[in-house]
């Protein structure tokens, strides 16, 4: 995997089931339910990205083989 990066932003509000999570660069609606147990409103929290090199290298041979059957069965 590549390396991991961290937005750290605060639990703001809640709209039904999701979370609005205020950033320095906005807002990021997140589902409720995906959140850890016991935060809410005014708790910090630390959303971690990374990139999955490998995975995306499989996602377009998937989609590469898919278009190439298409192709083929529109031909």
């Known amino acids: ?3 991991e990066k961290s937005v ?5 509000r809640f ?7 205020k950033v320095d660069f ?10 850890p147990k ?3 409103e005014g708790s ?3 959303l971690k990205i990374n990139s999955d090199k490998e ?3 499989n996602k377009e ?3 590469k083989s898919l278009l190439k059957e298409i192709l083929k069965d529109s031909s």
């Open 1 to 3: 995997m590549g390396k």
């Open 8 to 12: 750290e932003g605060v639990i703001d």
């Open 15 to 21: 709209e039904e089931d999701l979370a609005v999570i």
């Open 26 to 35: 906005g807002e990021i609606v997140w589902p409720k339910d995906k959140l």
């Open 38 to 40: 016991g935060v809410g």
């Open 44 to 46: 910090v929290i630390h």
């Open 55 to 57: 995975e995306t290298e």
């Open 61 to 63: 041979e998937l989609a």
